[in-house]
């Protein structure tokens, strides 16, 4: 398998423009996270979902973000409108939830620069 | 809700030197405890997991844990560090409601 897969690995783009982030998770994974890292805050969970149903977006920091997963192989983060506070790099991640806890296996993350 | 808290933003050791990066965790359930590992501009791999068997954990290069109920500590240690250790670790806890959250990060230096 080639692991969970981010795309783009970059993203420049001017404040109040539209910005969706893409992951692809791990084949047969029946949960997936969607997290933030920045300096000041660390790894903070934006939202994860238990086979396809967002369980838990408490992390979610404005109405601006929204994350959908439309079926078990596609999950998307957007943000509306940007703001240059959002500048981060944004992981998913993917797991086999199946009672007993498995590992999250992270993507190569999508570094976002809001100018 | 569940947290984690490691203790020390940055530790820095010699080459050859014990390596002790601490983490202490609150979890109202029996908890599941990881740490992992960020090297520049990756992603995170994990080292090791605790899932409430053995206590004393095993991982990957020389890494090992101790999951301490009464502590409610899993710090990780290496007997001897290496060059190729120095990264970002992070500790992280989770339920079987599946919601893993991070610590702050550790940031290992390792001296020659």
């Known amino acids: 398998d080639a692991g969970v897969i981010q795309s783009p690995r970059h993203e420049v783009t001017e404040m109040g423009q539209e910005v969706t982030l893409r992951c692809k998770p791990i084949?047969?994974?029946?949960?997936l996270f969607w997290y933030r890292q920045t300096m000041m805050r660390g790894l903070e969970l934006l939202i994860y979902?238990?086979?396809?149903?967002?369980?838990?977006d408490s992390g979610m920091p404005e109405d601006r973000f929204s994350a959908k997963m439309p079926n078990a192989s596609f999950s998307t983060l957007k943000i509306q409108p940007s703001e240059p506070r959002d500048s981060a790099v944004y992981f998913c991640?993917?797991?086999?939830?199946?009672?007993?806890?498995?590992?999250?296996?992270f993507g190569q993350g999508t570094r976002l620069t809001v100018v | 809700a569940q947290s984690v808290t490691q203790l020390g933003s940055h530790v820095s050791v010699s080459e050859g030197a014990l390596v002790l990066l601490r983490c202490n965790y609150s979890?109202?359930?029996?908890?599941?405890l990881f740490w992992y590992v960020q090297y520049p501009n990756q992603g995170l791999q994990l080292l090791l997991k605790?899932?409430?068997?053995?206590?004393l954990v095993k991982g990957i290069n020389g890494f090992e844990a101790e999951f301490k109920k009464s502590e409610t500590s899993f710090h990780l240690t290496k007997p001897s560090a290496h060059m190729s250790d120095a990264a970002e670790y992070f500790c992280?806890?989770?339920?079987?409601?599946?919601?893993?959250?991070f610590g702050a990060g550790t940031r290992l230096t390792v001296k020659p």
């Open positions: 084949s047969g994974h029946n949960s």
């Open positions: 991640a993917s797991s086999l939830h199946r009672g007993s806890l498995t590992e999250a296996f």
């Open positions: 979902f238990n086979n396809n149903v967002p369980i838990d």
């Open positions: 605790y899932t409430s068997a053995a206590t």
């Open positions: 992280a806890v989770s339920s079987s409601f599946n919601d893993m959250r």
């Open positions: 979890s109202s359930v029996p908890p599941y």
